[in-house]
């Protein structure tokens, strides 16, 4: 029905536009939080040791195996020292990718949150008033994740399956 008696039944899109203007609260276009996605994504790109890994291993195990016979080699022709260079080398080979620091490749995610103790504070007011305005809002962190480190959360606002952008914030500084 559209009609409930006293006044009309809002669609959930409709709801959600009301309550941020009832709040003081400006909505955050939708095109926004998706460009500010891709241009992390790009800024938090995996590193070249990441995306060209299977040519290190290869490199890798070739340079060990000259160095493993040049060590063999120069053992067993009478240059035990040039030889205990050359395994020295291929020692060090072997361990020097445990002390490379590599960057895997950044992704989005976004869990649904009970509290919004870990939301920018500015961007949690805005939230708290928009909660008076509709009390059954559930709200989702989205978090660039890129090796266990968080990276430019958003805060999104639910309702009826609609979908509104409350705030972008990175660290102490506000982005949208």
């Known amino acids: 029905m559209p009609f409930d008696g006293l006044k009309p ?18 909505m955050i276009a939708p095109q926004l939080l998706a460009s500010h ?21 290869l490199a890798q195990c070739a340079l ?3 160095a493993a016979g040049g060590f063999c080699a120069l053992s067993s022709s009478g240059h035990p020292w040039l ?12 361990l020097a990718p445990l002390k ?6 950044a992704r989005w995610r976004e869990r649904r949150v009970r509290t919004l103790d870990g939301v920018h504070p500015e961007i949690r ?10 009390p059954e809002l559930d709200y989702r962190v989205g978090e660039l994740i890129q090796d266990e480190v968080t990276l430019d959360p958003y805060l999104i606002a639910e ?8 705030g972008i914030w990175d660290g102490a500084s506000l982005i949208a």
């Open 125 to 134: 007011a805005r939230a708290q008033r928009l909660t008076r305005q509709i």
């Open 9 to 26: 039944a809002l669609s959930a899109e409709d709801a959600l536009a009301t309550a941020f203007a009832a709040a003081g609260v400006g």
């Open 100 to 105: 490379l620091r590599v960057r895997g490749p």
């Open 83 to 94: 030889g205990s260079a050359v395994g020295a080398f291929a020692l060090a080979l072997l």
């Open 37 to 57: 996605k891709a241009k992390q994504l790009q800024r938090y790109e995996p590193s070249r040791f990441y995306r060209h890994g299977a040519a290190l291993v």
């Open 159 to 166: 309702y009826r399956g609609e979908r509104a952008v409350v």
């Open 64 to 66: 060990l195996l000259i």
